[in-house]
């Protein structure tokens, strides 16, 4: 996929070739601090300014067989 994104500090306009990756995890305190790491070691390593990390509660709509 592709987007464009504009920084907001410069108005400069870039377009990236983008992945999307989900990770279902319980949310713990503990997580909050790993995500913010993982954020700064994915900038440092893929050489990006920012790297956009979102998350959602879920709820899964299942039905269980008998």
């Known amino acids: 996929m592709e987007g464009v994104w504009i920084n907001p500090e410069t108005g400069e306009q ?8 989900q990770i279902v995890a319980e949310r713990l305190p503990e997580h909050e601090a790993y995500f913010l790491a993982l954020h ?8 990006q300014e920012d ?16």
């Open 14 to 21: 870039f377009a990236d070739a983008h992945r999307s990756y």
């Open 40 to 47: 700064a070691e994915l900038c440092e390593r893929l050489r």
């Open 51 to 66: 790297i956009f990390i979102t998350r959602q509660e879920i709820e899964l709509a299942t039905q269980r067989r008998r």
